[in-house]
């Protein structure tokens, strides 16, 4: 094998490994954006770094710079579709969002190719910064698999610390609404989310979290509370705690009324529902 034959065949494996890695590392960010529970990273990080694919892989080999846009728009679009085929997005929280993301996959696609084009006439003949490329690809390929990993363990954890602030504070809720029930003149101040913090103890919630306590659901560590009181009858109450997602931020449903029933969740009417066994 001559000189020249040699550099060409090198100059191919190199190639196919610049594509081979865009493609991957492109399908799996795209992967990550879908994944349902998630860690909740910002979601440009994965569109950010599947963005730096075929920018690093042109300026390692500017010969191609083409090939390895249509690998990253492919590993997009391929991570994408398939992301949603295993996820499914909520229809509560995203109606609509399988062709939202496509869209978005779309623009990305759009916007790899204005990039591909600016750089690539970029070329880099330093051996060590091409090194460096070669590690920060690598570094970028790394992202997915390493995220597609730890979810599971990571959202395990928080949903049990969510599951037991939620126990805290729930139980704390109730404990404020009765001791401000049986304080003189409690009863006329029971709907002031002010009276009843000053009989909470449990993890905290904030100034605004007790302005609109009585009567709404406010938002706390994957999960609403709400203390739902009639105040036309103020002594009758509803306290109650649910998480915002059951998959990826809680588990456990909690109630209580006023007439000592315990129950997992409220129902339309403001009372608690029995849990099922």
């Not at 991570?79 to 109606?95: H, K, N």
């Not at 036309?232 to 931020?249: I, L, N, S, T």
Request: net charge positive; glycine share 8%; proline share 6%.
């Amino acid at each position: 094998m001559n000189l020249l034959s040699y550099a060409w065949v090198t100059s191919m494996r190199r190639d196919a490994s610049l594509f081979a890695l865009t493609a991957t590392g492109a399908a799996l960010c795209w992967l990550t954006l879908a994944m349902e529970p998630s860690l909740e990273l910002p979601w440009w990080l994965p569109l950010a770094i599947s963005a730096l694919y075929p920018i690093l892989s042109t300026i390692l080999s500017r010969e191609r710079w083409w090939l390895f846009l249509l690998a990253s728009a492919f590993g997009a679009i391929a991570g994408a579709v398939r992301g949603f085929t295993i996820w499914p997005l909520d229809p509560l929280f995203w109606e609509g969002g399988e062709y939202l993301l496509l869209v978005l996959a779309a623009l990305f696609v759009l916007l790899a190719l204005i990039v591909g084009l600016a750089v690539r006439r970029t070329t880099v003949s330093n051996g060590r910064l091409r090194r460096v490329i070669w590690v920060g690809l690598a570094c970028c390929v790394a992202y997915g698999p390493i995220v597609l990993v730890l979810t599971p363990p990571l959202v395990a954890m928080r949903v049990a610390r969510n599951d037991r602030l939620a126990a805290e504070r729930f139980e704390g809720l109730k404990v404020a609404v009765e001791q401000t029930k049986e304080e003189p003149g409690g009863v006329a101040r029971i709907c002031d989310g002010r009276t009843l913090k000053e009989h909470y103890s449990g993890p905290p919630f904030s100034d605004t979290d007790w302005r609109y306590m009585a009567g709404n659901f406010v938002q706390k560590d994957g999960y609403r509370f709400g203390i739902w009181i009639y105040c036309p009858q103020p002594e009758k109450y509803v306290v109650a705690a649910q998480p915002m997602r059951q998959k990826g931020d809680g588990t456990r449903q909690f109630c209580a009324d006023d007439s000592g029933n315990a129950g997992c969740g409220m129902g339309t009417h403001e009372e608690c529902l029995p849990c099922s066994r």
